[in-house]
T-cell receptor, first 115, second 117 residues
């Protein structure tokens, strides 16, 4: 248990489905992140929330919609996905703007398969 | 230009031997932090070790040590006495200190380490 909990661990969805990924942390962190990890590709930063405000959106398609209702929770809403969206989605949290010696704490990820 | 470069897509090591995983970085920021993470096949990213740009000594955490050569901009991870459980993907990452983006952690492509019995 890392302190960052992601649910579900595995998800299979059709291209017309709507689903949500959930991330929760109780580490007192105030920044949260969504990363996408595809096979044989580096980790891609998708979204960053700092102090509950979205501060970065790295050209992610609109079929991915993040939501951060408070500093402990982060969601990724999915709709009309494509097979190439199949990947491991990792959530992480950290202290924002508290110096470079703070890394991230990651969740265990949601392995998403789009069929 | 890539900020973090890991040139070894895969590495093999015999159990109980030491192995070095390479990482070079690129930044003009005088203040930065370097991190190594381990990712087993289960997917979770596990923090291993941290080195700050102003740290005078190389970081160590148990069997992990970081060979920090600032002038060469390299931060290699050394794993001593390898164990079968060390088989995993290893990522080098950097967090830069200047500006509003200092929360951002940039990752390399990773090195897949296989420990042979």
């Amino acid at each position: 248990e890392t302190g960052v909990t992601q649910t579900p661990r595995h998800l299979v969805m059709g291209m017309t489905n709507k689903k949500s990924l959930k991330c929760e942390q109780h580490l007192g962190h105030n920044a949260m992140y969504w990363y996408k990890q595809s096979a044989k590709k580096p980790l891609e930063l998708m979204f960053v929330y700092s102090l509950e405000e979205r501060v970065e959106n790295n050209s992610v398609p609109s079929r991915f919609s993040p939501e951060c209702p408070n500093s402990s929770h982060l969601f990724l809403h999915l709709h009309t996905l494509q097979p190439e969206d199949s990947a491991l989605y990792l959530c992480a949290s950290s202290h924002a703007r508290q110096g470079v010696n703070y890394g991230y704490t990651f969740g265990s990820g949601t392995r998403l398969t789009v069929v | 230009a890539q900020k973090i470069t890991q040139t070894q897509p895969g590495m093999f090591v015999q159990e109980k031997e030491a192995v070095t995983l390479d990482c070079t970085y690129d930044t003009s920021d005088p203040s930065y932090g370097l991190f190594w993470y381990k990712q087993p096949s289960s997917g979770e990213m596990i923090f291993l070790i941290y080195q700050g740009s102003y740290d005078q000594q190389n970081a160590t955490e148990g069997r992990y040590s970081l060979n920090f050569q600032k002038a060469r901009k390299s931060a290699n991870l050394v794993i001593s006495a390898s164990q079968l459980g060390d088989s995993a993907m290893y990522f080098c990452a950097m967090r830069e200190g200047r500006g509003g983006s200092n929360y951002k952690l940039t990752f390399g492509k990773g090195t897949l380490l296989t420990v042979n019995p």
